[in-house]
């Protein structure tokens, strides 16, 4: 799979599925990076251990309510 470091790269170019590995705070920084860039259509999967990402890459996506707080 091909690794993208938001911490030094915040351009996600043309992909349409991201798939973060780690934490609750690693989700909500990548998704926070999303909504900043208006990039909303792009399918997002959090995985908690490596070997969960083929699963992750290649499962059909779920679409759930994304809440936007503007305060912060």
Do not use: C, K, M, N
């Amino acid at each position: 799979l091909p690794v993208l470091d938001f911490s030094r790269d915040p351009d996600i170019g043309d992909y349409r599925r991201l798939v973060v590995l780690g934490s609750h705070r690693d989700l909500a920084a990548v998704l926070t990076r999303l909504l900043r860039s208006d990039r909303l259509d792009v399918e997002v999967a959090h995985v908690r251990r490596s070997w969960q990402a083929r699963g992750a890459r290649t499962a059909p996506a779920t679409r759930i309510p994304l809440v936007r707080d503007e305060t912060g």
